[in-house]
């Protein structure tokens, strides 16, 4: 193998860029060329590339974001966009591809990999961690701090005024931020996809919460389900006027940052073992790490979630916030 390429696809997080980086020095250092390409599947498309060596991608180990940018392609979603991709690979030479990313941007890999017959890895790239075969994906970690400090700001005015915050964070489809944030937040409620009807619960218990508490917190996974937390804390409104209640949305704070020891070392091994992989080749798999080992989930099977959440967390919760 002389030449491989790199993408990052789908929603940001930080971590990426230690990815990209430990995935060309491993390869510099195997004497294979790396080509990056920028905005993810649509740089494909478009031939909008750069080559990646040592020097390129120092520094930026401790950057938030992507240096390689990154993007949702429409364009990739249609039989002319992946033919065009594949087809652009083919000319610039590569020999395999390394796509960091989330559930979307693996689908497009083993769609890209019936149009050219070359080894593609992918390294899980999502703040959600919402991926089978890996403990941790990129940027969850990184993540779940930034809603704990910010968080553990809030619940400063929260105590100072006697008042019920509501605070939204991301997770449309999967509540494990919510619910590892809630946790580490010491929040007096959940409200996550996973945990079906229970907004009513969630009503009789505010009105059992004891006078003494001088915070209470709600933790909400953003999306439909609840309606979001703005609809939550009108419900709670309604249903328990004497309570002054208030709402904070987190929204994109959560993907930026500098990403956490943890992440970075993550990062690195996934971003490293994804060169050997393709050396020694993997193709159509997911790097992961489970148990502090290195795996390889073919990528039909990493796919978001759908299990319930850990029923013990859960009821930890509920025996902590009490």
């Known amino acids: 193998m002389k030449k491989i390429g790199i993408i990052t696809s789908g929603g940001d997080s930080p971590g990426m860029n230690a990815c990209i980086r430990a995935v060309v020095r491993t ?10 390409f920028y905005k993810g599947y ?25 240096i390689l940018k990154t993007a949702r392609s429409q364009r ?7 033919n065009k991709a594949a087809n652009n690979l083919k000319q610039n030479g590569i020999e395999g591809m390394v796509i960091i990313g989330g559930d979307g941007s693996f689908k497009g890999a083993i769609e890209l990999s019936k149009r050219i017959n070359i080894p593609i890895v992918g390294c899980a790239g999502t703040i959600d961690n919402d991926l089978i075969g890996t403990d941790f994906t990129i940027g969850y970690d990184t993540a779940i701090n930034t809603v704990v400090e910010a968080v553990d ?18 997770g449309r489809d999967a509540g494990l931020i919510a619910l590892r944030s809630a946790i580490a937040c010491g929040a007096e409620a959940l409200l996550v996809p996973e945990m079906k009807n229970d907004i009513n619960t969630l009503m009789t218990k505010i009105k059992n919460w004891r006078s003494s508490k001088s915070s209470k917190i709600v933790i909400v996974a953003e999306g439909e389900e609840f309606g979001g937390a703005y609809k939550v804390g009108d419900l709670i409104r309604k249903t328990c006027p004497e309570f002054d209640v208030r ?14 020891c943890m992440e970075r070392v993550n990062a690195s091994l996934v971003g490293y073992n994804a060169v050997l992989a393709l050396m020694n080749g993997h193709k159509n798999e997911m790097i992961g790490i489970v148990n502090k080992k290195i795996t390889y989930t073919p990528f039909e099977k ?21």
């Open 247 to 260: 709402v904070t949305v987190l929204g994109h704070i959560q993907r930026g940052g500098n990403p956490t």
């Open 42 to 66: 649509e740089g494909i498309i478009d031939n909008n590339s750069v080559k990646l060596d040592t020097t390129s991608v120092s520094g930026i180990i401790q950057r938030g974001g992507t």
């Open 302 to 322: 990493a796919v978001k979630h759908i299990e319930k959440l850990d029923d013990g967390l859960l009821n930890m919760i509920e025996i902590l916030s009490s």
């Open 27 to 36: 390869a510099v250092h195997q004497n294979i060329e790396v080509l990056g």
């Open 76 to 82: 990739f979603m249609t039989e002319e966009g992946i």
């Open 153 to 170: 700001k809030i619940r400063d005015t929260a105590e100072s005024h006697d008042r019920i915050f509501v605070i939204e964070v991301m």
